[in-house]
Protein backbone atom coordinates (compact mmCIF):
# COMPACT_ATOMS: atom_id res chain seq x y z
CA UNK A 1 0.00 0.00 0.00
CA UNK A 2 1.18 3.34 -0.98
CA UNK A 3 0.01 6.64 0.30
CA UNK A 4 0.42 9.52 -0.85
CA UNK A 5 0.08 13.25 0.56
CA UNK A 6 -1.23 16.26 -1.84
CA UNK A 7 -1.06 19.34 0.62
CA UNK A 8 -3.13 18.63 3.56
CA UNK A 9 -5.39 15.52 1.54
CA UNK A 10 -4.16 11.75 2.13
CA UNK A 11 -4.25 9.57 -0.50
CA UNK A 12 -4.29 5.52 -0.54
CA UNK A 13 -3.29 3.83 -3.54
CA UNK A 14 -4.93 0.40 -3.47
CA UNK A 15 -5.07 -1.39 -6.82
CA UNK A 16 -3.77 1.46 -8.70
CA UNK A 17 -6.88 3.89 -7.73
CA UNK A 18 -6.52 6.70 -5.48
CA UNK A 19 -8.41 6.49 -2.68
CA UNK A 20 -9.23 9.64 -0.10
CA UNK A 21 -8.08 8.75 3.04
CA UNK A 22 -8.33 11.04 6.59
CA UNK A 23 -5.62 12.34 8.85
CA UNK A 24 -5.89 11.27 12.25
CA UNK A 25 -4.02 11.12 15.07
CA UNK A 26 -2.72 7.29 15.95
CA UNK A 27 -3.93 6.85 19.60
CA UNK A 28 -1.53 4.07 19.72
CA UNK A 29 1.42 5.36 18.43
CA UNK A 30 0.70 9.56 18.63
CA UNK A 31 1.71 9.80 14.69
CA UNK A 32 -0.64 12.05 12.34
CA UNK A 33 -0.64 9.68 9.33
CA UNK A 34 -2.65 9.69 6.38
CA UNK A 35 -4.30 5.93 6.43
CA UNK A 36 -6.83 4.07 5.34
CA UNK A 37 -9.25 4.02 8.32
CA UNK A 38 -11.45 0.62 8.33
CA UNK A 39 -13.51 -1.46 10.94
CA UNK A 40 -9.70 -2.90 11.55
CA UNK A 41 -8.15 -0.08 12.76
CA UNK A 42 -10.84 1.55 14.37
CA UNK A 43 -12.68 0.35 18.16
CA UNK A 44 -14.54 1.32 20.78
CA UNK A 45 -13.33 1.52 24.35
CA UNK A 46 -15.57 3.23 26.84
CA UNK A 47 -17.89 4.33 24.56
CA UNK A 48 -15.19 6.22 22.65
CA UNK A 49 -13.86 5.30 18.96
CA UNK A 50 -10.08 4.94 19.09
CA UNK A 51 -8.18 5.39 15.91
CA UNK A 52 -5.01 3.53 14.90
CA UNK A 53 -3.05 3.54 12.11
CA UNK A 54 -2.38 0.69 10.21
CA UNK A 55 0.70 -0.53 11.37
CA UNK A 56 -0.29 -0.36 15.56
CA UNK A 57 -4.01 -1.90 14.01
CA UNK A 58 -1.99 -4.89 12.17
CA UNK A 59 -0.38 -5.40 15.64
CA UNK A 60 -3.34 -5.35 17.95
CA UNK A 61 -5.15 -7.30 15.32
CA UNK A 62 -2.50 -10.40 15.41
CA UNK A 63 -1.93 -9.83 19.35
CA UNK A 64 -6.08 -9.94 19.42
CA UNK A 65 -6.36 -13.51 17.23
CA UNK A 66 -3.27 -14.98 19.56
CA UNK A 67 -5.01 -14.23 22.83
CA UNK A 68 -8.47 -14.95 21.58
CA UNK A 69 -7.06 -18.53 19.98
CA UNK A 70 -4.55 -19.00 23.26
CA UNK A 71 -6.27 -18.12 26.01
CA UNK A 72 -9.52 -16.99 25.20
CA UNK A 73 -9.23 -13.45 26.04
CA UNK A 74 -9.96 -10.20 24.61
CA UNK A 75 -7.40 -7.50 24.26
CA UNK A 76 -9.14 -5.21 26.39
CA UNK A 77 -9.36 -8.36 29.10
CA UNK A 78 -5.23 -8.27 28.88
CA UNK A 79 -4.97 -4.44 29.21
CA UNK A 80 -7.29 -4.77 32.24
CA UNK A 81 -5.28 -7.19 34.01
CA UNK A 82 -2.06 -4.92 32.77
CA UNK A 83 -3.60 -1.92 34.51
CA UNK A 84 -4.82 -4.07 37.64
CA UNK A 85 -1.27 -4.99 38.22
CA UNK A 86 0.19 -1.55 37.69
CA UNK A 87 2.34 -2.75 34.16
CA UNK A 88 4.43 -5.06 36.38
CA UNK A 89 5.50 -8.49 36.53
CA UNK A 90 2.91 -10.27 39.17
CA UNK A 91 6.12 -12.07 40.70
CA UNK A 92 9.11 -9.93 40.24
CA UNK A 93 7.01 -6.46 40.15
CA UNK A 94 9.41 -5.02 37.47
CA UNK A 95 7.88 -3.71 34.43
CA UNK A 96 9.07 -5.65 31.11
CA UNK A 97 11.43 -3.35 28.78
CA UNK A 98 10.06 -3.02 24.92
CA UNK A 99 7.62 -6.20 25.18
CA UNK A 100 4.47 -7.21 26.53
CA UNK A 101 3.84 -9.17 29.89
CA UNK A 102 3.42 -12.95 29.44
CA UNK A 103 -0.40 -14.61 30.04
CA UNK A 104 0.62 -17.32 33.02
CA UNK A 105 -1.55 -19.76 33.10
CA UNK A 106 -1.80 -23.19 34.40
CA UNK A 107 -0.96 -25.95 31.71
CA UNK A 108 -3.59 -28.38 33.19
CA UNK A 109 -6.84 -26.40 33.11
CA UNK A 110 -5.52 -23.15 31.39
CA UNK A 111 -6.67 -21.44 34.08
CA UNK A 112 -4.79 -17.72 33.55
CA UNK A 113 -3.19 -16.77 36.58
CA UNK A 114 -2.08 -13.44 36.16
CA UNK A 115 0.96 -11.52 33.77
CA UNK A 116 4.56 -12.19 33.63
CA UNK A 117 8.24 -10.85 32.69
CA UNK A 118 9.65 -13.19 30.21
CA UNK A 119 12.18 -14.27 33.42
CA UNK A 120 9.84 -15.16 35.88
CA UNK A 121 7.58 -16.86 33.25
CA UNK A 122 11.03 -18.96 31.66
CA UNK A 123 11.47 -19.74 34.79
CA UNK A 124 8.49 -21.13 36.31
CA UNK A 125 8.36 -23.11 33.15
CA UNK A 126 11.98 -24.19 33.02
CA UNK A 127 11.02 -25.96 36.63
CA UNK A 128 7.73 -26.98 35.24
CA UNK A 129 5.86 -25.52 38.15
CA UNK A 130 7.76 -28.11 40.69
CA UNK A 131 7.17 -26.29 43.90
CA UNK A 132 9.08 -28.75 45.57
CA UNK A 133 12.26 -28.39 43.38
CA UNK A 134 11.83 -24.34 43.91
CA UNK A 135 11.74 -25.01 47.93
CA UNK A 136 15.13 -27.03 47.12
CA UNK A 137 16.53 -24.18 44.82
CA UNK A 138 15.77 -21.62 47.26
CA UNK A 139 17.25 -23.69 50.08
CA UNK A 140 20.36 -24.09 48.09
CA UNK A 141 20.85 -20.42 47.69
CA UNK A 142 20.18 -19.63 51.30
CA UNK A 143 22.86 -22.29 52.02
CA UNK A 144 25.59 -20.68 49.85
CA UNK A 145 24.37 -17.35 50.65
CA UNK A 146 25.17 -18.35 54.37
CA UNK A 147 28.74 -19.82 53.01
CA UNK A 148 29.66 -16.59 51.89
CA UNK A 149 28.83 -14.57 55.25
Known sequence: MKILYDNISAYVL???????????VCDKCGNI??????????YKNGGIWHYWCISCANKRNGKKSRLKN???ISVE????????????????KQEENNKSLSI??????????????????????????????????????????????
Open 14 to 24: INNKKIRAELK
Open 33 to 42: KGSYWSKNNK
Open 70 to 72: QYN
Open 77 to 92: QYEKMLTNQDNKCAIC
Open 104 to 149: DHNHNSNQIRALLCTRCNMLLGSINEDIELLKKIIAYLEYWNCQES
